[in-house]
């Protein structure tokens, strides 16, 4: 299953409401899940099950869609939150992800 | 808290065997049901999913990369390991380990990884 996100990277300052879109090749349900990446770090989850909330997660952060259409959502961006961000579909193996969304300061 | 670390050579040669473990700390890798995973990120692209092992052995591989991976468990030292064959310049990557957890059952997400291992293949 193919995942393609878009945009590939964005720019944006502080306080903007961001949302970066994820597309997947074929129905995958609600089985969508999101991650944060910093610079020399490893991924840590955001969202999974497409809108769930991992514990710890500030709840500025939200994930909609079903399907083959899913959103991540930064209600209001803070300075920590410049990082790239990827999505990743559950439904079949092999597990996929999409190619990354980096977002920058503007 | 559950640590996950990863070890191995930082250097290996083209047509050798790439080889990792992923220690487990802060819970023990034979409780709960999870997986218990492998993926890798070549510098500067995106993350690619090798495969994953359950306690019990089993195990399910990407097919990009079937052929050439072998993934085993010792529960008794709490670590798991990866074996990538006859690797080239394209298998040069940060290896990351994690595990995998299902909240509702089918859902399988990431929720715990190793802080990566760069391995660069050269001669």
Known sequence: IQMTQSPSSLSASVGDRVTITCRASQHISMYLNWYQQKVGKAPKVLIYGASS?????????????????????????????FATYYCQQSYSTPWTFGQGTKVEIK | QVQLHESGPGLVKPSQTLSLTCTVSGGSINSGNYQWDWIRQPAGKG??????????????????????VTMSIDTSKNHFSLDLRTVTAADTAVYYCAREVAPTGLDWVFDYWGQGSLVTVTS
């Open chain 1, 53 to 81: 909330l991992q514990s710890g997660v500030p709840s500025r952060f939200s994930g909609s869609g079903s399907g083959t259409d899913f959103t991540l959502t930064i209600s209001s961006l803070q300075p920590e939150d």
């Open chain 2, 47 to 68: 993350l690619e999913w090798i495969g994953r092992i359950h306690k019990g052995g089993s195990t399910t591989y990407n097919p990009s990369l079937k052929s050439r």
